[in-house]
């Protein structure tokens, strides 16, 4: 099966304005971004631009940029829209959405994400996870939690400490692998109850009822939102300079 990744970018963020462009040793985020997407060895990488400024980044590393609307709602809308503008006759059967604060992602993780999705032929999309016993991550609602079937499945994401009494959790890594049908289904959908309560996207995907399976990860990446995350990733770069 083909497979297409895919970076939605904007400049708009309430937390870190213009953080696609935040520098990061001499290079904007986005590049990093794009360059360990590249390593992954998945498939092509094209970068979904809400803004000028980010199309101008990326093609001044090489990449393909793709403009879109900045009035699309959501990030898995950029995605749809701009796999469609690259490949409007739809050769590529999985469509990969990496998200672009995650600089200092392990391009392993991506190959790990799509064999899950290929690995489970009645999966529409797959996703990661990786298990903590961290006391802060279980109580800290920015960090999602997946319940997984045994098998794996996703029976449900939330930012309640889930499920209740002894153990650990799964940390929700936010990298989805999805078939091309399932994501163009997914865009078409409203926006549901859970999702809205829980602000959580895929929600909207699982009360549809399709069909998400999780790839059981090492680390998980760490994403950028804040000056201190920016910071941190800064840090965890140091060494590639």
């Known amino acids: ?50 803004d000028a400024q980010i199309a101008d980044a990326v093609r001044a590393i090489g990449g393909d940029a793709i403009m879109t609307d900045p009035d699309l709602p959501s990030g ?45 032929p009645n999966a529409d999309i797959a996703t990661g996870v990786v298990y903590t016993e961290n006391k802060r991550e279980i109580e800290d609602p920015n960090v999602v939690k997946a319940i997984l079937a045994k098998d794996g499945r996703a ?20 990298i989805y692998a999805y078939r091309r049908a399932a994501l163009n289904r997914f865009c078409h959908l409203a926006p549901s109850g859970l999702e809205k309560r829980e602000r959580l996207e895929q929600l909207r995907a699982l009360e549809d009822g399709m069909t998400i399976y999780a790839a059981r990860l090492q680390t998980a990446p760490d994403g950028v939102d804040t000056p201190d995350d920016l910071e941190r990733a800064r840090a965890q770069l140091k060494d590639e300079k």
Do not use: W
């Open 1 to 50: 099966m083909k497979k297409l990744i895919v970076i939605p970018a904007r400049m708009a963020s309430a937390r870190l304005p213009g953080k696609p462009l935040a520098d990061i040793h001499g290079q904007p985020m986005i590049a990093h971004v794009f360059s360990r997407a590249i390593k992954s060895a998945v498939g092509p990488v094209i970068v979904a631009c809400a």
């Open 76 to 120: 898995s809308d950029r995605v749809r829209v701009a796999a469609d503008i690259f490949d409007p006759n739809g050769a590529f059967d999985i469509i990969v959405n990496v998200q672009g604060d995650m600089p200092a992602l392990d391009p392993e993780i991506i190959g790990d994400i799509v064999a899950c999705l290929e690995a489970n």
């Open 155 to 174: 029976l449900y994401f939330t930012r309640a400490p889930a499920p209740s009494g002894e153990g650990g959790v799964y940390h929700h890594v936010g």
